[in-house]
């Protein structure tokens, strides 16, 4: 990832990360031009998704198979062994 200094637009140094959760953090952030010297702090958090974990979809799958009575899951079973 690319941080821009806010007061002269040249690369950024992130010298720390401060995770607050699995979707927000603070980026403590140095210009990399001596003579700017700009130090500032960018936050970074999730936005939206694109294309779900296949990791959730298969928990998912899990959940559904479960929540079958045992006819509908082996008539399920017998669907996919095909």
Sequence with gaps: MRILCTSCGK????????????SHANLYCS???PE???TFVTNVSFSH???PSAKNT???VTALA???SPEQ????QRELAF
């Design 31 to 33: 210009c990399s031009d």
């Design 49 to 51: 998704t694109l294309s």
């Design 73 to 76: 899951r082996k008539a399920l």
């Design 66 to 68: 479960k929540a079958l």
């Design 36 to 38: 700017c010297g700009h």
């Design 11 to 22: 690369k950024s140094v992130i010298g720390k990360t401060d995770r607050l959760s699995l």
């Design 58 to 60: 298969s928990e998912i």
